[in-house]
């Protein structure tokens, strides 16, 4: 008699979900993900302008916390 339609189209569904998580699977152990610090060194000009905007950043939150009356 054989399988139904739907019944093939279940079955072919389960196996590509399995080999695409074998293949992450797999992947994943070949080839580990570095840890974020090690992937992405912003440059020395990065790293200068992104410290002058927190330290303009703090200094408007200072003055912001100096006028509220709760603390």
Not at 29 to 50: D, G, I, K
Not at 54 to 69: I, Q, W
């Amino acid at each position: 008699m054989g399988l139904t339609t739907p019944a093939i189209i279940v079955i072919v569904i389960v196996a590509c979900l399995a080999t695409v998580s074998l293949g992450a699977a797999l992947s994943r152990q070949l080839y580990p993900a570095h840890t974020h610090e090690a992937r992405f060194q912003p440059s020395h000009e990065q790293a200068h302008y992104m410290r002058s905007v927190r330290l303009k950043t703090l200094g408007a939150f200072h003055r912001e916390s100096m006028h509220d009356v709760e603390s």
